[in-house]
């Protein structure tokens, strides 16, 4: 015994009873040509469902799908009339809100490039653009379904149904080939292994799989897309550097120095603006060099570490065309040079290096003012080596003797400068008769070379927090790892130190705003704090020199 009447309005737009500007009603199959409404009525032939409920045909409302948009909010009214007396009526208002869109819209690219939308499965391409919209058609021919959105390709509305089925392998299998392309694109990894990771995490269904092609059928087509944007490789270190190579990932300089040393000798140095900074201010300074990542046509990756925070920073990546003291020489003047430039002084307190006979006097020479400390895993590392060299590896692993004189060499780096030298000798002449004859070499050798070629204060680390250079030795096992082969291309490499950078960005906001750095090995921690208590006991005469030297040498390959 109702008439009902249904009204829609955008809350704080528009006025009841108008939809932008038409009035609309249940019993009105009218339209606005630019304003749909989301008002449908059925015959009145059908009942509708309404929360599971047979109603009759006018006592309800049914929303067309996609007509609202998101983050809107709707207000609907109904206008109840007695049928048998129109004075009595009854007016309802009910806010709704859409937070968001029922429909997914996602894009893709075309073999060809061009962006493509995917709604519900189904794929469309552009079909016209104006200043305010983007019209796109389905991609099937003769299909009459269009889409509407904005620039910004947020959907507007939809016109028209397909007549085919929706493309759910084929839009899959167009994802991957993006997903696949758009990595070959800007990955360095083998294409092999990014084809394998991408199906692995796809996870597909056997019938997707079915329709997946193998990567003998892709590789060719991919191999081209990547040398479309990667250059020539060079056969000589005479080569152009494409801008895109020359800056970091957010555009900021990163090639600041391209230099031709001597004829035939090129050095590269990169590093970016906040990297700079880090160094110039940075005090504690760390020095390597690596080879195994290093392009054809140089010698060496040398990367110069800083320390903030209790935590090591990459600064600088130096591709360099030797291992000479003028060119770390040359090195260290064009950085100083930068720092100038910048308003600042390059003039760290403490550098720490390994013991290359050409990198010592570069830095001598270049920072006269600086504590130049050598690694303690490198001193180590070299005492091994000439053992073995000498013939005496079995010795050291079945002769307990020779082996406990050998770790007391090895632990003569944690002594005060002043007690290094005297421990030596005594260690030299108290040693076994057996144990001297075999040795003879080793304690020639160290005497030489530890006690008159290199600085004691060099290789003494007693009282100093940092040991070791392993931040770098670290650091570059990591870009080993991410360049993934021998010597490969030039581009590889500065794509892959221009993601370096961006990590660099990341891990130092990270660390500046507090978060904490990755713990150290609880082994280490352990060893450290047996040291600490050594170091405790010698400052409180507790043990004599000769006593701290035996104990250390216990220390040395220690695990906890």
């Given at each position: 015994n109702w008439n009902y009447e249904y009204y829609c309005r955008v809350y704080g737009l528009y006025e009841f009873p108008n939809l932008n500007g038409s009035l609309l009603s249940i019993d009105d199959e009218r339209t606005d040509p630019s304003n749909p409404s989301c008002l449908s009525n059925q015959s009145n032939t059908t009942s509708w469902k309404f929360d599971g409920t047979i109603l009759s045909p006018t006592s309800s409302l049914i929303i067309l799908a996609d007509s609202l948009k998101s983050n809107r909010t709707y207000q609907f009214m109904v206008q109840m009339e007695n049928r048998q007396n129109s004075l009595i009526q009854s007016i309802e208002i009910r806010p709704f809100e859409m937070s968001t869109n029922t429909s997914s819209l996602s894009t893709i690219y075309s073999n060809k490039g061009h962006l493509q939308l995917v709604l519900d499965n189904f794929v469309f391409k552009l079909?016209?653009?104006?200043?305010t919209k983007n019209y796109w058609k389905c991609t099937v021919m003769n299909c009459p379904v269009h889409i509407h959105t904005n620039t910004n390709n947020d959907l507007i509305n939809t016109k028209g149904e397909h007549?085919?089925?929706?493309?759910?392998?084929?839009?899959?299998?167009?994802?991957?080939?993006?997903?696949?392309?758009?990595?070959?694109?800007?990955?360095?990894?083998?294409?092999?292994?990014?084809?394998?990771?991408?199906?692995?995490?796809?996870?597909f269904s056997s019938d997707m799989l079915a329709s997946i092609p193998l990567i003998h059928h892709m590789q060719?087509?991919?191999?081209?897309?990547?040398?479309?944007?990667?250059?020539?490789?060079?056969?000589?270190?005479?080569?152009?550097?494409?801008?895109?190579y020359q800056t970091t990932a957010s555009g900021e300089t990163f090639l600041i120095c391209d230099k031709m040393i001597s004829r035939k000798k090129r050095m590269l140095v990169f590093s970016s603006p906040k990297q700079l900074q880090l160094l110039f201010e940075g005090s504690m300074v760390f020095l390597d060099g690596t080879f195994l990542a290093t392009p054809p046509c140089f010698?060496?990756?040398?990367?110069?570490?800083?320390?903030?925070?209790?935590?090591?920073?990459?600064?600088?990546?130096?591709?360099?065309?030797?291992?000479?003291?003028?060119?770390?020489?040359?090195?260290?003047?064009?950085?100083?040079?930068?720092?100038?430039?910048?308003?600042?002084?390059?003039?760290?307190?403490?550098i720490m290096s390994d013991f290359e006979t050409s990198l010592m006097p570069a830095v001598s020479t270049e920072f006269p003012m600086c504590v130049h400390k050598g690694c303690y895993y490198?001193?180590?590392?070299?005492?091994?080596?000439?053992?073995?060299?000498?013939?005496?590896?079995?010795?050291?692993?079945?002769d307990e003797?020779?082996?406990?004189?050998?770790?007391?060499?090895?632990?003569?780096?944690?002594?005060?400068?002043?007690?290094?030298?005297?421990?030596?000798?005594?260690?030299?002449?108290?040693?076994?008769?057996?144990?001297?004859?075999?040795?003879?070499?080793?304690?020639?050798?160290?005497?030489?070379?530890?006690l008159n070629t290199v600085p004691v204060e060099m290789w003494n680390v007693y009282g100093c927090n940092n040991r070791t250079n392993n931040i770098c030795e670290g650091y570059h096992s990591r870009l080993n790892r991410r360049i993934e082969r021998a010597h490969g291309n030039i581009w590889?490499?500065?794509?892959?130190?221009?993601?370096?950078?961006?990590?660099?960005?990341?891990?130092?906001?990270?660390?500046?705003?507090?978060?904490?750095?990755?713990?150290t090995p609880r082994s280490k921690n352990n060893s450290q704090r047996r040291i600490d208590a050594l170091m405790a006991r010698y400052k409180n005469k507790d043990i004599d020199s000769e006593q701290l030297l035996d104990n250390l040498s216990l220390l040395i390959g220690k695990k906890n």
């Open positions: 079909n016209k653009r104006t200043e007549n085919h089925f929706p493309e759910s392998e084929d839009f899959l299998v167009k994802k991957f080939r993006a997903v696949l392309k758009e990595r070959v694109v800007n990955e360095t990894i083998a294409i092999e292994k990014i084809y394998d990771e991408e199906i692995t995490k796809a996870k060719s087509g991919l191999n081209r897309a990547r040398r479309k944007l990667t250059p020539t490789l060079p056969t000589s270190n005479l080569f152009d550097i494409p801008p895109a010698d060496q990756i040398f990367t110069i570490h800083c320390l903030k925070f209790e935590s090591a920073f990459p600064c600088v990546f130096a591709v360099l065309p030797d291992r000479k003291k003028s060119t770390y020489q040359e090195l260290f003047k064009e950085l100083k040079s930068i720092a100038i430039s910048m308003g600042q002084i390059w003039q760290p307190e403490q490198h001193y180590s590392q070299c005492l091994y080596r000439r053992i073995q060299s000498s013939g005496l590896a079995v010795d050291y692993t079945h003797s020779l082996r406990s004189c050998c770790k007391k060499l090895m632990a003569l780096p944690f002594l005060p400068v002043d007690e290094v030298e005297t421990s030596f000798y005594t260690l030299r002449t108290t040693a076994d008769q057996e144990v001297k004859k075999k040795l003879r070499d080793i304690f020639l050798y160290f005497d030489n070379y530890w590889s490499f500065i794509k892959c130190i221009i993601n370096e950078e961006s990590r660099f960005q990341h891990l130092y906001v990270q660390i500046i705003t507090g978060a904490q750095r990755r713990p």
